[in-house]
């Protein structure tokens, strides 16, 4: 079972500012199957990212992806009050596919 | 446009069954993996199960399996998760989940979810 660790567990920043979220993988994720998802209260999960680094339909460029192998990085550049959420990653190489614990994201 | 409506959700007591549904619209059921994730209060996402887009191929995470059976009728294009022995750890929001291809593939689609309590 590949196990994801997210970190940080929470990030407080100033509307503009930029977030770094990181993803590690306990082995190599297969062909970069690493996907990243935002969460508000109440509501579903919505894709971000997928294949680390290629954004969803619709998803702002202040939105991206990167890495490879077992570390991966969510960067939200710009940051604006709408981006406050948990942002989660996920592997889908294989089952199960596990979720990290998520990354809490306020917005000051 | 794509939906994905659960139902079946419930205040159930431990020990007890539950069934929930996922119906889907906007897409060709058939093509695609479908699986359940799952939400604890205060907590994070859980991956549950999956089907492929056939039904011939389901995995299981394993605190569930055992107690869990994902199937898919892909005539009326509803997902089902069929839940026994529940337990108070079982709690939570259950959302459906489209995948991007038959296998493999990332979630692109997610449905609002349904509430399960197991409660005494």
């Known amino acids: 079972e590949v196990v994801l660790t997210q970190s940080p567990g929470t990030l407080s920043l100033s509307p503009g500012e930029s977030a770094t979220l990181s993803c590690w993988a306990s082995?190599?994720?297969?062909?970069?199957?690493l996907a990243w998802y935002q969460q508000k209260p109440g509501q579903a999960p919505r894709l971000l990212i997928y294949g680390a680094s290629s954004r969803a339909t619709g998803i702002p460029d202040r939105f991206s992806g990167s890495g490879s192998g077992t570390d991966f990085t969510l960067t939200i550049s710009r940051l604006e009050p709408e981006d406050s959420a948990m942002y989660y990653c996920?592997?889908?190489?294989?089952?199960?596919?596990?979720f990290g614990q998520g990354t809490k994201v306020e917005i000051k | 446009q794509v939906q994905l409506v659960e139902s079946g959700g419930g205040v159930v007591q431990p020990g007890r069954s539950l069934r929930l549904s996922c119906a889907a619209s906007?897409?060709?059921?058939?093509?695609?993996?479908m699986h359940w994730v799952r939400q604890a209060p205060g907590k994070g996402l859980e991956w549950v199960a999956v089907?492929?887009?056939?039904?011939?191929?389901?995995f299981y995470a394993e605190s569930v399996k055992g107690r869990v059976t994902i199937s898919r009728d892909n005539t009326k294009r509803i997902l089902y998760l069929q839940m026994n022995s529940l337990r108070d750890d079982d709690t939570g929001v259950y959302y459906c989940?489209?995948?991007?291809?038959?296998?493999?593939?990332?979630?692109?689609?997610w449905g609002q979810g349904t509430q399960v309590t197991v409660s005494s």
């Open positions: 906007g897409f060709t059921f058939s093509r695609y993996g």
């Open positions: 996920q592997h889908y190489a294989n089952s199960p596919r596990t």
């Open positions: 089907t492929s887009f056939d039904g011939e191929n389901r």
């Open positions: 082995q190599s994720v297969r062909d970069n199957h």
């Open positions: 989940a489209k995948e991007s291809s038959g296998w493999y593939g990332y979630f692109d689609y």
